[in-house]
């Protein structure tokens, strides 16, 4: 109906998370199969990896002490790999020289939020690091990808250096784990219903339907 107001998809997850990225593809996939729904999509932050120094960590270094070597993920990121294809995604984690963290990336998130861009920024985020092996915890990428997506790459350049809406981040993530996400992607529909990982684009499909049908009021809050 045209007058039926927007249906929110809340996605809480990580830049530096492969499942996220492909659970975006997913999500993308299940909104073109309903052409007569509005989705309004808000992306929201988690940290897998807190503990990492700001200025990220030496990649082999990290998966060393997270897998016990690139040959031991390479198991995994292999599935991984194959999913992504599938998806469309050319995931070239062979590229990646830095496991960032990803605190900044989430506040170039947030900020694009005013201007009505955060799905652009998420999408160059997830390309830049899986499909090119740019260091995220770089200022200078940031500010590239802001100037690509159509911030105002000056204002973020000059954000960056201080500690704005870092307190902001560090609560929304805080406030993820209470809500009891361990895991990521997380999609919150409407407020209501969740789903847990990356899943097919039919059952994500399927949740939006759902909430849609069962709808009986606007949410009066959501994640922002």
């Not at 809340?10 to 492969?18: E, H, R």
Request: proline fraction near 5%; charge should be negative; glycine fraction near 6%.
């Amino acid at each position: 109906m045209a007058d039926e107001p927007a249906l929110t998809v809340d996605v809480i997850s990580d830049v530096m998370c492969p499942w996220c990225y492909i659970g975006k593809r997913r999500l993308e996939a299940a909104i073109a199969r309903l052409p007569d729904v509005t989705v309004q999509v808000g992306w929201h932050p988690y940290q897998l990896d807190p503990s990492l120094p700001k200025e990220g960590k030496d990649r082999a270094t990290y998966l060393n002490e997270k897998f016990g070597g690139r040959a031991n993920a390479r198991s995994i990121y292999d599935h991984i790999s194959e999913v992504g294809r599938e998806t469309g995604i050319p995931f070239a984690f062979d590229r990646i020289e830095v496991s960032p963290n990803t605190k900044d990336c989430h506040r170039l998130i947030l900020w694009a939020r005013a201007d009505g861009l955060q799905d652009e920024v998420v999408d160059l985020l997830f390309k830049a690091y899986f499909e090119d092996g740019a260091d995220l915890s770089k200022s200078e990428t940031l500010v590239a990808i802001a100037e690509k997506a159509g911030m105002q790459a000056d204002l973020v350049e000059q954000l960056l250096e201080t500690d704005s809406d870092l307190d902001k981040i560090e609560h929304q993530v805080d406030r993820a784990r209470l809500m009891g996400v361990t895991g990521v992607p997380c999609f919150v529909i409407d407020g209501r219903f969740v789903v847990n990982g990356a899943e097919a684009p039919e059952t994500l499909a399927a949740a939006i339907m759902h909430a849609r049908e069962t709808r009986s009021f606007v949410p009066e809050d959501s994640l922002s």
